[in-house]
């Protein structure tokens, strides 16, 4: 199979089913966001030697491709055929472990901080802000449009970078700066 299909060279792109849509259509905008997303957290991998947060980016990489599926299957038939496509109650109780157990190594925020620190962090703390752009995105589609897990998963995912941001800084040595 090739990489180029040119099925898309008059600005068009599928979704599961067989629609075609505009590549502007904000369905793909919002699948899109969270692929930025995945490639940052992959970015992320990339800089980090943490062998706690390693494991969890690759997971998190994961179920951002199976977000993406369900966000690219408007009308819902890819659950029933492809089971690593499911985002489930589990997916969102795994990221609120991850969010207790590194914050349980984390002083109590007193002010807002800067994004920064070491390229681990500061690219943990891009990838927050697009989470939050990918959210917004899935949000824009209407309330019928997007499972409610897949909005509590992004909407947890983003506060568990945050936290991800702040032990990679202070795991490296780099010092938080207050607002």
Same mark, same amino acid.
């Given at each position: 199979? #090739?990489?180029?299909?040119?099925?898309?060279?008059?600005?068009?792109?599928?979704?599961?089913?067989?629609?075609?849509?505009?590549?502007?259509? =904000?369905?793909?905008?919002?699948?899109? *966001?969270?692929?930025?997303?995945? +490639?940052?957290?992959?970015?992320?991998?990339?800089? %980090?030697?943490?062998?706690?947060?390693?494991?969890?980016?690759?997971?998190?990489?994961?179920?951002?491709?199976?977000?993406?599926?369900?966000?690219?299957? =408007?009308?819902? #038939?890819?659950? $029933?055929?492809? #089971?690593?496509?499911?985002?489930?109650?589990?997916?969102?109780?795994?990221?609120?472990?991850?969010? *207790?157990?590194?914050?349980?190594?984390?002083?109590?925020?007193?002010?807002?901080?800067? +994004?920064?620190?070491?390229?681990?962090?500061?690219?943990?703390?891009?990838?927050? %802000?697009?989470?939050?752009?990918?959210?917004?995105?899935?949000?824009?589609?209407? %309330?019928?449009?997007?499972?409610? $897990?897949?909005?509590?998963?992004?909407?947890?995912?983003?506060?568990?970078?945050?936290?991800?941001?702040?032990?990679?800084?202070?795991?490296?040595?780099?010092?938080?700066?207050?607002?």
């Amino acid at each position: 199979m #090739k990489i180029y299909t040119k099925t898309g060279d008059n600005g068009e792109t599928g979704l599961f089913g067989g629609t075609r849509v505009a590549k502007s259509d =904000p369905r793909v905008a919002a699948y899109g *966001d969270v692929d930025e997303l995945n +490639a940052w957290l992959g970015f992320v991998r990339a800089e %980090t030697a943490d062998p706690d947060l390693a494991p969890m980016l690759e997971q998190i990489q994961r179920d951002l491709f199976a977000l993406g599926a369900r966000l690219a299957d =408007p009308a819902r #038939k890819i659950a $029933e055929r492809v #089971k690593k496509a499911a985002v489930t109650e589990e997916d969102i109780s795994r990221l609120e472990g991850w969010i *207790d157990r590194l914050e349980s190594e984390l002083p109590p925020l007193r002010r807002f901080i800067l +994004a920064g620190g070491c390229r681990a962090g500061a690219a943990l703390h891009v990838s927050r %802000t697009i989470c939050r752009r990918a959210e917004r995105s899935m949000v824009a589609l209407g %309330t019928d449009a997007v499972e409610q $897990e897949l909005l509590i998963y992004v909407n947890r995912l983003s506060d568990l970078l945050f936290v991800m941001a702040r032990a990679a800084n202070r795991r490296a040595g780099a010092a938080e700066t207050e607002w």
